[in-house]
């Protein structure tokens, strides 16, 4: 089935030590975006990927970055991961910016930090 | 600028009970409404959406949500709750860069 795939589920890293999590999708969506969740929070969107144009929300920490090197995977990278950093990263992935499509999310990935 | 509003952070709800959950949105122009749900340790599922036309709209799992543009609500409605469905639910609204602005979220849980 074509869907949004994450990987690891799970990851653990050590304080400040650099991360990277991976999202492929095999619907062939130009959009692909980055929410960070907290527990018992509503996800809150890091950048998203229009193509190659790349958007950050104003909010989001430098410490955050993101590649997408084709149109099937998009990583989400944490330079120096904080405590405050442990969370669920969902990625989703839409046809178009400026349409009324859904965004289809992938499982996520848990980040702990030790 | 547009947000979302679930006033009901828990609802416990028996098994085979009916379920309501509710969604406020404050947008300016005609929304795209969504909700989604989300099992533990899971993402996002998409139940239904809202985009024109006819205000009662059906979904997966036996949900639907109304669309109230008066009372700018939309929300969620099953007639049977089972037990599976004890999740966490967000309503969402789509704005212009088609980015979602989710509902603090409702937890749902069902007692046999």
């Known amino acids: 089935d074509a869907m949004v795939i994450q990987n690891p589920r799970y990851q653990v890293t050590q304080f400040g030590k650099p991360v990277t999590l991976s999202c492929s999708q095999t619907?062939?969506?130009?959009?692909m975006y980055w929410y960070q969740q907290k527990s018992s929070q509503a996800p809150k969107l890091l950048f998203h990927?229009?193509?190659?144009?790349?958007?950050n929300e104003a909010d989001t920490p430098d410490n955050f970055q993101s590649r997408r090197p084709n149109t099937s995977f998009c990583f989400l990278d944490i330079r120096s991961p904080g405590l405050g950093d442990a969370a669920m990263y969902l990625c989703?992935?839409?046809?178009?910016?400026?349409?009324?499509?859904?965004?289809?999310f992938g499982d996520g990935t848990r980040l702990s930090i030790l | 600028a547009q947000s979302v509003t679930q006033p009901d952070i828990h609802i416990t709800v028996s098994e085979g009970a009916s379920l309501e959950l509710r969604c406020n949105y404050s947008?300016?122009?005609?929304?795209?409404l969504f909700w989604y749900v989300q099992s533990p340790g899971q993402g996002l599922q998409l139940l239904l959406k809202?985009?024109?036309?006819?205000?009662l709209v059906q979904g997966i799992k036996g949900f639907e949500a109304e669309f109230k543009r008066s009372q700018s609500s939309f929300n969620l409605r099953k007639p049977s709750v089972h037990w599976s469905d004890a999740a966490e639910y967000f309503c969402?609204?789509?704005?212009?860069?088609?980015?979602?602005?989710f509902g603090g979220g409702t937890r749902v849980l069902v007692k046999p």
């Open positions: 989703a992935t839409s046809n178009r910016v400026d349409s009324n499509q859904p965004q289809h």
């Open positions: 619907l062939n969506h130009n959009v």
């Open positions: 990927y229009y193509d190659k144009d790349f958007n």
């Open positions: 947008y300016g122009a005609t929304p795209y």
């Open positions: 809202y985009f024109s036309g006819d205000t």
């Open positions: 969402a609204v789509k704005a212009a860069g088609n980015k979602l602005t």
